[in-house]
Structures are given as structure tokens and as C-alpha cells.
């Protein structure tokens, strides 16, 4: 007779340095706890999220996870580094091996150690949006492409809907059939653009954004060594605002954790609102699906907003057909109800909003803790021109970022240009800056410069043992060589590359150019060498001292603000231990979706106007959502489809649940429809007569000397 006898791993009782049941709630504890395997956390607007990440990552290095072990990926490299923050704070201790950041800025970090594995050199540039639209015009060119006569689309829109092919991990053609239908006739000369693209991206050493996401997920399909060294690496890996990746993203999800499924998914279906840019709300809904035994947490215990406004919030989404269901729940004591606010037309929508915010603001609420939230810019041109009549302050979240600057731009391409001479788009954007030098001479002059640079040297075989101790100890290098240069980065050249180059071109150049040729020659030469070159601070400086200041005050009337904004750019970038990580960065924020950092102009008391897009994440004591019209919101191209009516549904649930004190939901009932259309009578939005209106409390306006309004 036998008999099975199982031996049980043995694990010493763990010391936990935190109490996690004093410091979540059940519901919060039970996602922070969870075994190892897939989970998908859904939790709704302000039920603490990012509490529940933080200490989920403090939980798993608690049990012996190793932070190398672990990988965060977010959606800004600013929450990244919160949480980490926290989660220092929590345990006392640095958590040095651990990687967190965008997906963006991990892609970025892996490529670097293996792009010779993909035809690139580990010196490669990034592309921002300018520099990748000017790449385009120039294979437009070189296709003998007229856009102007032909009709055909433009570098900006050809590169939009590249991007979109790629994060949507779909057909160019089937992009254009679905996206652009009225390109269908021109399928075949887009996709030879896009080779072109392709192939002048690899030819001059960049990479635009996107390639941050693609050519990793295909360095990680096409190399298997590659692809169980992260594997093994990250353990577990933690992925915050899930409902927000992309087909391209999931993708890269999957294959990292194929071989585990120590995926911790945390985000809320209900907050699914970038499909416009190729966000897969199927990723967050059909998670189980790809991930089979997947346990789902739900957190509904909301810490922000009265029960008034979450009864309210929780009635807005419940006509979505496809979400998982949950009900948010109130801790807070309770308020005032929603006001429901019919108003006369757009100026006395305008009217109402600045006079109660006025009114609130003597009450005690602060105008930057106020918001007015809307679908489209357009929406508060008429509240624009109230607030300013009533000298009321307010700012608008939108406009140019820092770092898409035109003189932010032309200074980074000295430094791109230096640390990589085969970056053609930093070449011309520099010589298109000097007198007589447009298009088609930058391209004459690129041409003459390019035949001029040294081969390139044939790629370096890489192999895995580079980056991974064979010993086990389960740790990408970032350590820095005895020379004090960082392992990922080529050292600084010791003679100058770019400006003898540039020299011998002086003949080339327009006669009205030479003068200024020789000053930007001069200007490289400096650069491109120590001590300059080991700086980008210092690089920065030497741009501003041999020149770049007189072509501000020639060519800006507000030059001055302009050279100030270059000094705080130099001072930013020494934090950098090298150019070459200074322009990485730089490429990432522009990028991504702007961080709002407060600058000192901004820190005075201004109300805030947003579009809900832009103000997701972001929580205010009073809240007005404004112009609730059929059409406008949910907009009319939004109405063609049921499944983008949802995703409009879940934008109204957005602006709701923003609010944490009081929200006023207006709407015009006459608006002028357009420049011929004269005025028109404007119908409520489906969303406000989906709600139960013994949850609104209706307020009916009254006009100086009687009168509704």
C-alpha cells in the first residue's frame, strides 16, 4: 500500500513594517494582498488608486520581491516617480533597482541596451512630433510628391494616421478605409511614404515616438534571448490607468508576463476616453479573457465627492451597455444636491457661471479650486469673454508646451546634432535658420553634408550576457564605467565631426549665408568637444553666447522672455548626466501628454477652464459642466455609432465625478448653430434626461427686472 505525502514550501513567518489593514479598506487591502497571478484591479474615481498601487508594491517587496523583480508602468513619468516616492517613504529605504515610468520611457531604456539587434546604433535620436513631420515633408519631396496640387494629405496628417496604424497594431489600409475614407484612392502612394519613412528613420539613426512601443514589441517577438531576459527580470509588473492602453501596449503586456501572468491590471472602465487616439477600451473589458483565471478587485469607496454627486455619478453611467458594473460609495457627510441650470442662450450661460463663481469665491472657495468643464474649446469662447469683461482671472488648459517651443526646439537641435551627425531633421531645422537658406537648399546642403560623414561602422553584435548576470543576480546594468561615462551612452568624441564637415560646405551655401555659415561653424566646433560636449547645460550655453541671443532679438518681440525660458532650459538640463540623456527626456515630455507643473506666472488664483479630457485626474470643490446640448455633448460625429456614444457617456461620468463639493450642469436652450444658420433651439442633452431629476435640484434664472432668462 502507498500513500502520497505532499511537502508544503517552508516560509518563515513574514515581519510586515506596515500595518495594511489599518491603512486601506477592506476593499483596497484585499487588491493589495492578492496572490501572485492576473488581476485586474477596477477602481472608480477617487477611491484611491494610486494608494492602492503604492502599497501593493510595498506589499510584494515586503515578501521578499526583489525591487529589480518589479516593473510600474504609468502614463506620466511624474506619477511614476510619486509613487516610488511614497513607496520609499513607506519602508525607509531607496528602491534602487526598481523600474518605473511611462511605457514610453521603459521601451526607450531597453532600446538603448539592444538596437543594434534592430539595424539601429545605441547613439539613435528621437524624433518629437516637429522633427517626425519634417521627416515626412522630406520623403514627400523625395517622392516628387506636390501636396498642394495633388490634394494629398499633408506630413502632419500622414504621420497622424501612421501613428495610429501602429498603436492600433492594424493595416495602413485598413487605418485609411476606417479613419480617412476619403485617402482610400491614394492607399498605395501612403504606404510607399511610409516605407520611405521607415527607411529614413533607420538611415539617420532615429526613432520617432512610436518606434519606442513598436520596435520594442518586436525586439522582444524577434529575439528570444531578449524576450526571457525581461521575462525572468519582471516578475511582476504593475500597469496603472489600464483602460487607457493601447492594442500596441497590451501586446507588449502580454508578452512580457506569458510566461507567469503576474499581471496587476488597476484602472476603471467608466474613465475610458482616449479612443480618438487609439486607446482599446476592449483591453480593460475583456481582460480576463487573455489572462484565464484572472481574480477582479473592485474599490468603489469614494473619498472625494458628497453622496449627492456620486448617487448622481453612478445614474450617468448606468446606460453604458459594456462596462463592469460597480457602484461608487460615499464617505463623506452630505451636501447639496447637483443644480440642473437652463440657461437663455451662451452669454447668459456665461453670465450665470461668472456671477456664482464670484459668489462662491466670497463664500471662501478659492477660484482655483473651481473649474468649468467642457467638450470642446470652443464651448467657453463666450464664458472667455464674460470672465475678461468682469476682469475675472482664469487660465485654459491648452496652448504650446514648454518644450515645442520654436527657440526650445532650435536650441535642442545644436545639441542633437552634435551628439548625432547623421540626424537630419536637427541639421536643416539649424540651417534653415540662416538668411537665404529655405527647403530646397537644406536639402542640397543635407545631401552634400551626409556624403561627407565618415561610414558608419558595422554593427556590434550584442548579446544577451551583456546586460544579464549569468550569475543569477537579476540586474540590468546601469552602473558607470571607470571613464565616468553611463554604460548605456557612447563617449563624447574627443575631435570635432559635424564642423569640419560644415567647413568644407561653405562654398555651397548661398553668398547672402556664408557669414553667418562661418559663425555656425565656429558655434559647432565648440559644441561638439569638451568641455562643452559632457554637458548639455554647458552646450546649451555656448549656442546662447555664440549667437543664438542675437537671432532671438532679431527675429521675436519677446525676445527677453524667450532667452529666459533658454537660461531655465539650461538649468533643467543639469540634473542630466549627459547630453544624450538630457535629449531623451526632452523628447519624451514632448511627447506625452503635458504633467502640469505650475510655473510661477501660474500660481496666482485663476479660475480654471478645461476640457474634460484635460482635466482627468484632476478634482475641484465646484465644478460647472457646460454646454449639455444634443450635439455638443455628446457630439454629433459621437452619435453615428452606439459604441462612441458610450465613450461620450463615460466623458459626461468624467466631468461628474471631478467635482467633490458642488457641480452645476448647464446648457443653453438657444445657441447660434453658425456663421449662416442665424440661432437655434438647442434640445437638453440625452445624458441630463437620463437622470433621475430627484437627484438635481433645478434652478430657474431670473433676469435684472423680471424675466426668465
Known amino acids: 500500500m502507498s500513500r502520497e505525502y505532499v511537502l508544503?514550501?517552508?516560509?518563515?513567518?513574514?515581519?510586515?513594517?506596515?500595518?495594511?489593514?489599518a491603512e486601506l479598506n477592506p476593499q483596497q487591502l484585499a487588491a493589495v494582498t492578492a496572490p501572485p497571478g492576473p488581476a485586474l484591479v477596477l477602481a472608480g474615481a477617487g477611491a484611491g488608486k494610486t494608494r492602492t498601487l503604492v502599497y501593493r508594491v510595498a506589499w510584494l517587496l515586503e515578501q521578499g520581491v526583489a525591487p529589480e523583480r518589479l516593473l510600474l508602468l504609468t502614463f506620466t513619468n511624474k506619477a511614476a516617480r510619486e509613487m516610488m516616492r511614497r513607496v520609499a517613504e513607506l519602508l525607509?529605504?531607496?528602491?534602487?533597482?526598481?523600474?518605473?515610468?511611462?511605457?514610453?520611457?521603459?521601451?526607450?531604456?531597453?532600446?538603448?541596451?539592444?538596437?543594434?539587434?534592430?539595424?539601429?546604433?545605441?547613439?539613435?535620436?528621437?524624433?518629437?512630433?516637429?522633427?517626425?513631420?519634417?521627416?515626412?515633408?522630406?520623403?514627400?519631396?523625395?517622392?516628387?510628391?506636390?501636396?498642394?496640387?495633388?490634394?494629398?494629405?499633408?506630413?502632419?496628417?500622414?504621420?497622424?494616421?501612421?501613428?495610429?496604424?501602429?498603436?492600433?497594431?492594424?493595416?495602413?489600409?485598413?487605418?485609411?478605409?476606417?479613419?480617412?475614407?476619403?485617402?482610400?484612392?491614394?492607399?498605395?502612394?501612403?504606404?510607399?511614404?511610409?516605407?520611405?519613412?521607415?527607411?529614413?528613420?533607420?538611415?539617420?539613426?532615429?526613432?520617432?515616438?512610436?518606434?519606442?512601443?513598436?520596435?520594442?514589441?518586436?525586439?522582444?517577438?524577434?529575439?528570444?534571448?531578449?524576450?526571457?531576459?525581461?521575462?525572468?527580470?519582471?516578475?511582476?509588473?504593475?500597469?496603472?490607468?489600464?483602460?487607457?492602453?493601447?492594442?500596441?501596449?497590451?501586446?507588449l503586456l502580454d508578452l512580457l508576463v506569458a510566461p507567469h501572468h503576474h499581471l496587476m491590471a488597476v484602472g476603471d472602465d467608466a474613465q475610458s476616453i482616449y479612443s480618438w487616439r487609439g486607446a482599446n477600451f476592449r483591453n480593460i473589458l475583456h481582460f480576463a479573457d487573455r489572462h484565464p483565471g484572472a481574480a477582479i478587485y473592485r474599490i468603489e469607496t469614494n473619498y472625494r465627492s458628497t453622496p449627492e454627486i456620486l448617487t448622481l455619478a453612478n445614474a450617468a453611467i448606468a446606460a453604458n451597455v459594456h462596462q463592469h458594473k460597480k457602484e461608487l460609495r460615499a464617505v463623506r457627510r452630505s451636501g447639496a444636491r447637483p443644480a440642473l441650470v437652463a440657461c437663455g442662450d451662451a452669454h447668459v450661460q456665461a453670465a450665470f457661471v461668472a456671477q456664482r463663481a464670484l459668489e462662491l469665491r466670497e463664500e471662501g472657495v478659492a477660484l482655483d479650486r473651481m473649474a468649468v468643464l467642457y467638450r470642446a474649446h470652443f464651448h467657453a469662447l463666450e464664458l472667455q469673454l464674460e470672465l475678461t469683461r468682469r476682469n475675472i482671472p482664469f487660465s485654459i488648459t491648452s496652448g504650446i508646451r514648454f518644450f515645442e517651443q520654436a527657440h526650445v526646439k532650435d536650441v535642442a537641435a545644436w545639441l542633437k546634432l552634435a551628439c548625432n551627425p547623421r540626424d537630419e531633421m536637427a541639421f536643416k531645422r539649424l540651417v534653415?535658420?540662416?538668411?537665404?537658406?529655405?527647403?530646397?537648399?537644406?536639402?542640397?546642403?543635407?545631401?552634400?553634408?551626409?556624403?561627407?560623414?565618415?561610414?558608419?561602422?558595422?554593427?556590434?553584435?550584442?548579446?544577451?550576457?551583456?546586460?544579464?548576470?549569468?550569475?543569477?543576480?537579476?540586474?540590468?546594468?546601469?552602473?558607470?564605467?571607470?571613464s565616468g561615462t553611463p554604460a548605456d551612452t557612447p563617449a563624447a568624441p574627443a575631435?570635432?565631426?559635424?564642423?569640419?564637415?560644415?567647413?568644407?560646405?561653405?562654398?555651397?551655401?548661398?553668398?547672402?549665408?556664408?557669414?553667418?555659415?562661418?559663425?555656425?561653424?565656429?558655434?559647432?566646433?565648440?559644441?561638439?568637444?569638451?568641455?562643452?560636449?559632457?554637458?548639455?547645460?554647458?552646450?546649451?550655453?555656448?549656442?546662447?553666447?555664440?549667437?543664438?541671443?542675437?537671432?532671438?532679438?532679431?527675429?521675436?518681440?519677446?525676445?527677453?522672455?524667450?532667452?529666459?525660458?533658454?537660461?531655465?532650459?539650461?538649468?533643467?538640463?543639469?540634473?542630466?548626466?549627459?547630453?544624450?540623456?538630457?535629449?531623451?527626456?526632452?523628447a519624451l515630455?514632448?511627447?506625452?501628454?503635458?504633467?502640469?507643473?505650475?510655473?510661477?506666472?501660474?500660481?496666482?488664483?485663476?479660475?480654471?477652464?478645461?476640457?474634460?479630457?484635460?482635466?482627468?485626474?484632476?478634482?475641484?470643490?465646484?465644478?460647472?459642466?457646460?454646454?449639455?446640448?444634443?450635439?455638443?455633448?455628446?457630439?454629433?460625429?459621437?452619435?453615428?455609432?452606439?459604441?462612441?456614444?458610450?465613450?461620450?457617456?463615460?466623458?459626461?461620468?468624467?466631468?461628474?465625478?471631478?467635482?467633490?463639493?458642488?457641480?452645476?450642469?448647464?446648457?443653453?436652450?438657444?445657441r447660434t448653430a453658425g456663421s449662416y444658420s442665424g440661432e437655434a433651439m438647442q434640445q437638453p442633452s440625452r445624458f441630463l434626461e437620463e437622470l433621475p431629476r430627484d437627484l438635481l435640484e433645478e434652478w430657474s434664472l431670473q433676469l435684472p427686472g423680471g424675466g426668465c432668462a
Not at 516560509?11 to 506596515?18: E, G, S, Y
Not at 521627416?135 to 506636390?146: D, P, V, Y
Request: hydrophobic share 45%.
Open 8 to 21: 508544503q514550501p517552508f516560509r518563515p513567518a513574514v515581519a510586515l513594517q506596515i500595518d495594511y489593514a
Open 92 to 251: 525607509g529605504r531607496e528602491l534602487g533597482g526598481l523600474w518605473g515610468g511611462t511605457f514610453h520611457a521603459i521601451g526607450h531604456r531597453i532600446l538603448r541596451r539592444h538596437a543594434e539587434l534592430l539595424g539601429y546604433r545605441r547613439d539613435f535620436t528621437i524624433l518629437d512630433r516637429e522633427d517626425a513631420r519634417d521627416l515626412m515633408s522630406a520623403c514627400l519631396g523625395e517622392a516628387g510628391i506636390e501636396v498642394r496640387a495633388t490634394r494629398f494629405p499633408k506630413a502632419e496628417v500622414l504621420c497622424d494616421l501612421l501613428s495610429l496604424a501602429v498603436n492600433t497594431v492594424q493595416p495602413l489600409s485598413r487605418v485609411i478605409e476606417r479613419y480617412y475614407p476619403y485617402f482610400a484612392a491614394l492607399t498605395e502612394p501612403i504606404a510607399d511614404l511610409a516605407r520611405r519613412y521607415v527607411e529614413r528613420k533607420r538611415a539617420g539613426n532615429v526613432m520617432d515616438f512610436d518606434d519606442l512601443l513598436a520596435l520594442w514589441l518586436r525586439l522582444l517577438q524577434e529575439h528570444a534571448p531578449v524576450r526571457e531576459l525581461y521575462q525572468r527580470r519582471f516578475q511582476h509588473v504593475l500597469v496603472d490607468e489600464y483602460q487607457d492602453t493601447n492594442q500596441l501596449q497590451s501586446d
Open 432 to 482: 534653415k535658420l540662416l538668411p537665404g537658406i529655405g527647403p530646397k537648399a537644406a536639402d542640397k546642403l543635407w545631401t552634400a553634408f551626409a556624403a561627407r560623414q565618415l561610414p558608419a561602422p558595422p554593427p556590434a553584435e550584442v548579446s544577451v550576457e551583456e546586460v544579464w548576470n549569468p550569475e543569477g543576480a537579476a540586474v540590468l546594468p546601469d552602473a558607470t564605467p571607470a
Open 495 to 586: 575631435a570635432p565631426m559635424v564642423a569640419p564637415a560644415l567647413q568644407a560646405l561653405a562654398e555651397l551655401v548661398p553668398k547672402k549665408a556664408r557669414a553667418d555659415w562661418a559663425q555656425f561653424t565656429a558655434t559647432m566646433a565648440q559644441v561638439e568637444v569638451p568641455p562643452a560636449r559632457g554637458s548639455a547645460a554647458d552646450m546649451i550655453r555656448v549656442v546662447l553666447e555664440a549667437g543664438y541671443t542675437d537671432y532671438l532679438e532679431t527675429t521675436y518681440d519677446n525676445a527677453r522672455a524667450r532667452l529666459e525660458d533658454l537660461e531655465q532650459l539650461a538649468a533643467f538640463a543639469r540634473q542630466f548626466p549627459t547630453p544624450e540623456e538630457f535629449l531623451a527626456q526632452l
Open 589 to 670: 515630455l514632448t511627447n506625452v501628454e503635458a504633467e502640469a507643473e505650475g510655473t510661477p506666472a501660474q500660481e496666482q488664483e485663476r479660475l480654471r477652464l478645461s476640457t474634460i479630457h484635460q482635466a482627468k485626474g484632476l478634482e475641484f470643490d465646484v465644478v460647472f459642466v457646460i454646454m449639455l446640448c444634443e450635439g455638443l455633448f455628446p457630439s454629433a460625429r459621437s452619435l453615428e455609432d452606439a459604441e462612441s456614444e458610450e465613450e461620450e457617456r463615460r466623458l459626461f461620468y468624467v466631468a461628474v465625478t471631478r467635482a467633490r463639493d458642488e457641480l452645476y450642469l448647464t446648457y443653453p436652450l438657444i
